[in-house]
């Protein structure tokens, strides 16, 4: 076999491999937004130790978040709105797979994001942090999810 015909074939094997892996990345990332997805719902779930108050229009009540509480769920349209994404960038064997998960609801004003408000606070609402445990929450069944060995 001479020497250009061996490199061709090498070359061939290494794209197959390098192919191979960012498919499997990509699979990787979309289990990764699943796991936040799911670790979302956990952490903006159960009962929360705030005020009770009454739902308009109804003899119903509910108590909301305590500071440093994660947001109580009222409604659901919050906890309900969230989207995930996974995409790559780059080309051949430098490429970036990233697993997002997000809420773009904004306050009826419309010019805030509702999530950041939430997280943050403002002047007359103390912080709602859940970014973070939502975050936490995930991290172990992620890193298990990118330790997994790869497949040929």
Not at 46 to 75: C, D, K, L, Q, W
Not at 87 to 116: P, R
Request: charged share 25%.
């Amino acid at each position: 076999m001479s020497s250009g015909k061996a490199s061709i074939e090498i070359e061939g094997v290494c794209k197959n491999i390098t192919d191979s892996v960012a498919r499997e990345l990509k699979s990787r990332g979309v289990r990764v937004s699943n796991k936040l997805m799911n670790a979302k719902n956990l952490v903006l779930r159960g009962s929360r130790s705030g005020r009770t108050y009454r739902v308009p229009g109804t003899r119903r009540t509910y108590i909301a978040s305590a500071s440093g509480e994660p947001p109580a769920v009222r409604t659901g349209t919050y906890r309900n709105s969230w989207h995930q994404k996974t995409y790559s960038e780059g080309i051949n064997q430098n490429f970036t797979v990233h697993s997002t998960i997000k809420n773009d609801v904004k306050t009826e004003a419309g010019n805030h994001y509702l999530g950041d408000i939430l997280e943050n606070g403002t002047g007359k609402m103390a912080p709602r942090p859940h970014f973070d445990k939502i975050i936490e929450k995930a991290k172990p069944q992620i890193k298990k999810i990118y330790e997994e060995p790869y497949t040929k």
